[in-house]
């Protein structure tokens, strides 16, 4: 790699963390799927056979801690508002390592080992989006430029922001990115905050040269397809 890349075409189509957010109360029947084990709201629950994965409708609220709280123990036992995994589903759960956090109206999900995962939904009043970090990278040189690549962009976009820091720990995000466009000698340069791609293209933006940090990193939040990389270069 060349030394002066300091994020070197780093994929961003595994998500790092996905969200479910909730506009109401969950209908029968209706899933919520992830990494392929999939739960189901129901107002009852099913005997003569129970049916593993499904649970309780009530508050939506209520619904996304019950979630979390089988993302945090897929072994977790049947219940009055719960039916268990099968030993398979829920082995397959424990192994993705996931962990969560909930509100009152959204479940995320982080994926700490941004391995490929899936998430989809039946729901009427609920609906998962997914984005993806790079790794965090020194903006210790001068100069930054990057430049976002997409690939096999069929309906879906990908849309890049850059957050940085000082410490490394709190992140904010960077609204002065300057855009490639074209302007002439008595227009300012164009500052953007994001980077949008709806095409198998490439696109390049730049930090301002008196604007200094010592870390950032590039957030992407992909819909519906399409594979996106970084590369980020300074001197």
Aim: proline share 3%.
């Amino acid at each position: 790699m060349d030394s002066k890349k300091v994020l070197d075409r780093v994929g961003l189509t595994k998500q790092s963390q996905y969200t479910l957010t909730t506009t109401g109360v969950f209908t029968n029947t209706q899933t919520i799927t992830i990494g392929g084990v999939v739960l189901t709201s129901v107002t009852a629950l099913s005997s003569g056979p129970a049916v593993a994965g499904e649970f309780v409708i009530g508050t939506a609220a209520a619904n996304l801690l019950q979630i979390l709280a089988v993302i945090e123990n897929p072994y977790l036992p049947t219940s009055a508002s719960w039916t268990a995994l099968s030993a398979t589903d829920s082995a397959k759960l424990a192994a993705l390592k996931l962990t969560a956090q909930a509100t009152s109206t959204t479940l995320t999900i982080f994926n700490p080992n941004f391995n490929s995962i899936t998430v989809a939904e039946t729901q009427s009043n609920a609906s998962w989006a997914g984005l993806s970090y790079s790794p965090a990278f020194s903006l210790a040189g001068d100069n930054t430029s990057i430049q976002f690549v997409a690939e096999n962009i069929t309906s879906g976009n990908g849309v890049l922001t850059l957050e940085v820091s000082n410490d490394g720990v709190n992140w904010v995000a960077y609204s002065r990115l300057t855009s490639n466009a074209t302007n002439t000698n008595v227009q300012q340069d164009v500052r953007v905050a994001s980077l949008t791609q709806s095409t198998n293209a490439s696109s390049v933006v730049t930090i301002p040269e008196t604007d200094n940090f010592a870390y950032g990193r590039i957030k992407v939040v992909t819909t519906t397809d399409g594979a996106c990389s970084v590369i980020v270069f300074n001197k």
